[in-house]
């Protein structure tokens, strides 16, 4: 089993930066591919992205390209977020997951293990 525990989430101005973090306990991190996945109210959950456990190869959704960066730290267990241009569509709750694959790593019913998640809200 693995447990994840994101933070780091709050209200920032349009324009800002946040930090994301999640750390994972239960089972060797660096073997899992780990992804950042977001729900806004009344819509679907959203890719945001992906970093593969084999050689750490990095995928993003269209709408966070160029803005966000996501990075793990093996020796610290732990998922990083960086969002930096933030807008007002940004806003959800932002859940870390984890999966044995490294493929496919949009697809959200491969992850095995899922955070509750953090909220972020951007403010116009």
């Known amino acids: 089993q693995v447990q994840l525990l994101e933070s780091g989430g709050g209200l920032v101005q349009a324009g800002g930066s946040l930090r994301l973090s999640c750390v994972a306990s239960?089972?060797?991190?660096?073997?899992?591919?780990m992804g950042w996945f977001r729900q806004a109210p009344g819509k679907e959950r959203e890719f945001v992205a992906a970093?593969?456990?084999?050689?750490?190869?990095?995928y993003y959704g269209d709408d966070v390209k160029g803005r966000f960066t996501i990075s793990r730290d093996n020796a610290k267990n732990t998922l990083f977020l960086q969002m930096n241009s933030l807008k007002p569509e940004d806003t959800a709750v932002y859940y870390c997951?984890?999966?044995?694959?490294?493929?496919?790593?949009?697809?959200?019913?491969?992850?095995?293990?899922w955070g509750q998640g953090t909220q972020v809200t951007v403010s116009s």
């Open positions: 239960g089972r060797t991190f660096s073997s899992l591919s």
């Open positions: 997951a984890a999966m044995h694959y490294d493929t496919e790593h949009d697809a959200s019913a491969l992850y095995d293990y």
């Open positions: 970093i593969g456990w084999r050689g750490g190869r990095t």
